[in-house]
């Protein structure tokens, strides 16, 4: 099973029928129990980080989130669910993320042309730097995602793929059984079918 946490953050509606549509046990929950015993927890959002890492701890859902990643379990986070997995965040000030993967989430406005619109909305190229990575598996170069973000990951270890935005930017990152999309998979088409495919199959 896999469990969408409901954290009161997102539109978790068509994650699920993208989720369902390639056959998987999924279900919308905020309820601790269900998500430990799930075999895969993907971490949604939108919005703004300070808000989202505030319902989370207020939910007691971080430490739940923090214990399974340590435990092995795959985790995803999609858009504003990755950049959660980070150590902080500067969006609107300072905010601490759950700190599974290294790195922190600055504004794309820092790198690219002024010339681009902000947010970054729409499809771009996968470039990949961890070819190897579970999600990636039905992937080939080539691939476009779509995009909607302002901020992005800086200073992280863990990147898996970038694209092209006038600048080079983070778009996946994935470190152990911990994954992160900032595109997101359930607007992206077949690509983004492949990609959650690939997640609910990795062993647990």
């Known amino acids: 099973m896999v469990a969408i946490v409901d954290y009161g953050v997102g539109n978790l509606f068509s994650l699920e029928c993208s989720l369902k549509s390639i056959g998987a046990d999924v279900v919308i929950t905020g309820d601790r129990d269900v998500i430990e015993k799930a075999d895969r927890v993907i971490l949604p959002g939108v919005g703004a980080f300070g808000d989202a890492a505030e319902k989370l701890r207020m939910s007691g859902l971080d430490s739940v989130l923090i214990g399974l990643a340590n435990k092995g379990k795959p985790i995803m986070g999609i858009c504003l669910g990755m950049q959660l997995l980070l150590e902080k965040?500067?969006?609107?000030?300072?905010?601490?993320?759950?700190?599974?993967?290294?790195?922190?989430?600055?504004?794309?406005?820092?790198?690219?042309?002024?010339?681009?619109?902000?947010p970054h909305i729409g499809w771009n190229l996968l470039n990949f730097k961890q070819r190897d990575c579970p999600i990636f598996k039905y992937l080939k170069d080539g691939d476009f995602v779509y995009f909607v973000h302002s901020f992005s990951a800086n200073n992280c270890p863990s990147v898996a793929a970038t694209t092209e935005y006038g600048a080079e930017l983070v778009a996946a990152v994935a470190d152990k059984n911990v994954y992160g999309c900032q595109f997101h998979p359930e607007k992206s088409g077949d690509v983004g079918l492949k990609i959650l495919r690939a997640f609910c199959e990795i062993e647990v």
């Open 89 to 118: 965040s500067y969006e609107y000030g300072e905010h601490k993320g759950l700190g599974l993967i290294k790195g922190e989430i600055k504004p794309i406005a820092d790198v690219i042309p002024s010339n681009l619109k902000i």
